[in-house]
């Protein structure tokens, strides 16, 4: 192996690719990278790994009781995304900031 320090290209823009959600209490979702073209359309980055979320909870309660005529709000969906990534990245700050032995 020949191990180095990543690498990270940054794409600017994100997309919901797809979500599905159960009656049984969760939604996942799709979230891909790439680039918002001028004239509006998503254009997936050439590389890339999506990031999958599944909502459930308070966050499912509340995206679904704000649904109207069985769609999803779409800004709803992404406050949970963003809430979903809040506790991923709280969880990696403990870590990191764990004291070492």
């Given amino acids: 192996m ?3 320090e990543r690498k990270t290209i940054l794409c600017l823009d994100e997309c919901i690719e797809s979500y599905n959600w159960s009656q049984s209490g969760s939604i996942t ?7 918002i073209e001028p004239d509006g359309t998503f254009t997936n980055a050439q590389i890339q790994q999506p990031e999958t979320y599944s909502i459930s909870g308070p966050d499912y309660k509340e995206v679904i009781s704000n649904s109207k005529d ?4 779409v ?3 992404w406050k949970a995304v963003d809430r979903a990534r809040e506790k991923v990245n709280s969880k990696r700050r403990v870590t990191f900031d764990a004291p070492s032995n």
């Avoid at 069985?70 to 709000?73: F, L, P």
């Fill in 70 to 73: 069985g769609s999803i709000n």
């Fill in 29 to 35: 979702v799709s979230v891909g990278f790439g680039f």
């Fill in 75 to 77: 800004d709803d969906l």
């Fill in 2 to 4: 020949i191990p180095r």
